[in-house]
């Protein structure tokens, strides 16, 4: 955490996060603005049933109540500042990184603990499935 909600009395906070090889989200939704600044890698992101491959540099703002997902494909890590508006996803965050000191991804148990970690902090984020990825989802335009 760069920025704790403590910091900011619950009006906002920030992570630095690495997303791993081969890693995506399910497609979710929020009560809460999110934004991502690519600093190095591309991310792969669905907004609205919208694909985009956004490389380092590239900024995206998700609104509350946007239906998204968002991950890495490539092989090589994708680091990222994420900032939450209002705060208290970095609950979840700091959970899920304690969760990956205890078990890997690709461990049996890893999505059932997950799951888990999902349900305790369904406050801040509603699963609405998997995400189907398509094969080259679209660049992200300049003006966006």
């Known amino acids: 955490m760069l ?6 009395h619950g009006e906002w906070s920030m992570a630095a996060l690495t997303e791993n090889t081969r890693y ?3 497609v979710h939704r929020h009560t809460w603005d999110e934004s991502f600044y690519v600093l190095e890698g591309t991310l792969t992101a669905m907004l609205d049933g919208r ?4 490389p380092a540099g590239s900024f995206l ?10 991950g890495n494909r490539d092989s090589t890590p994708v680091k990222l500042l994420l900032t939450m ?9 700091k959970d899920r990184a304690e969760l990956y000191k205890k078990i890997k991804p690709s461990e049996p148990g890893f999505p059932q603990a997950m799951d888990s970690l999902r349900r305790k902090n369904a406050a801040y984020i509603e699963v609405i499935g998997p995400w189907n990825v398509p094969a080259k989802p679209a660049p992200l335009p300049n003006h966006q």
């Open 3 to 8: 920025v704790d909600s403590a910091d900011t």
């Open 61 to 70: 703002l998700i609104p509350r109540g946007t239906v998204h997902a968002q």
């Open 85 to 93: 508006r209002p705060s208290g996803f970095e609950h979840h965050l």
């Open 24 to 26: 995506l989200t399910p």
């Open 51 to 54: 694909y985009y491959e956004l």
